[in-house]
């Protein structure tokens, strides 16, 4: 199983950008999706990204443009990017995994992990994003 270790949060101002990176440690074989969720105040969890084991990644429909995932493989770093980023965005983000095989693949087996009930079995401690106005 693997352990994740986020980092790169922190305090912008409104159409400001950060990226968030995450280490990934441990054998990440048996690891299928990874990605990123969010969570705090008035907003409940929700998948935001998502990249499988053959690189193919999928965004949550309202943030495409502003928002991608990434992935160094010879680092085993994620990444997300975040641009023209506003206060509604303000949340605590997790590097997410998740080692169940779905029975699914391509974009279909993606959607499971974007929206508001992410499939994710693996999360790391989060990193605050805080977006003032």
């Known amino acids: 199983q693997v352990q994740l270790v986020e980092s790169g949060g922190g305090s912008v101002e409104a159409g400001g950008s950060l990226r968030l990176s995450c280490e990934v440690k441990?054998?990440?074989?048996?690891?299928?999706?990874f990605g990123w969720f969010r969570e705090g105040g008035d907003m409940k969890r929700e998948g935001v990204a998502a990249?499988?084991?053959?690189?193919?990644?999928t965004v949550l429909w309202f943030l495409r443009g502003r928002f991608s995932i990434s992935r160094d493989n010879g680092k085993d770093i994620l990444y997300l990017d975040m641009n023209n980023l506003n206060p509604e965005d303000t949340a605590m983000y997790y590097c997410?995994?998740?080692?169940?095989?779905?029975?699914?693949?391509?974009?279909?087996?993606?959607?499971?992990?974007?929206?508001?009930?992410?499939?994710?079995?693996?999360w790391g401690q989060g990193t605050q994003v805080t977006v003032s106005s």
């Open positions: 997410a995994a998740s080692n169940v095989p779905l029975g699914v693949s391509g974009v279909l087996g993606l959607q499971n992990f974007v929206g508001p009930t992410p499939m994710y079995t693996i």
């Open positions: 441990g054998d990440g074989d048996r690891t299928y999706y």
């Open positions: 990249i499988d084991s053959d690189g193919l990644t």
